[in-house]
């Protein structure tokens, strides 16, 4: 857990995550988080585009990462371009419910 899920202040959660990222510069997870902050709490758009797409740079077949871009993306009205971030991370979310289920059927 970060200490940003204890503190309140967003400014202050601003400055946790960026002393993390920077300990941490390519843990997708926290890249993801983020960026969704930035977005969703601070309406900062365009550093939260930077790090959606920092993310799939260090990791290009991360679903996780897909599925949060693509739903930005969505939200802010560029369908076409969602729609496509959806597209690519389809089969890596069914590819992953497979190896899921073959795991549970061990």
């Avoid at 510069?25 to 993801?32: M, Y």
């Avoid at 930035?38 to 797409?53: C, G, H, M, P, S």
């Amino acid at each position: 857990m970060l200490r940003v899920d204890s503190e309140s202040n967003p400014s202050k959660q601003d400055e946790i995550f960026r002393e993390a990222l920077d300990a941490l510069p390519k843990n997708v997870e926290l890249i993801g988080r983020y960026a969704d902050f930035l977005w969703r709490v601070r309406n900062a758009y365009d550093r939260a585009e930077t790090l959606y797409k920092r993310a799939l740079k260090v990791k290009p077949d991360g679903a996780a990462g897909l599925v949060d871009y693509a739903s930005f993306l969505f939200a802010t009205g560029r369908e076409y371009d969602g729609a496509q971030m959806s597209d690519r991370a389809e089969p890596l979310i069914k590819n992953s419910e497979r190896l899921i289920h073959a795991d549970n059927r061990r």
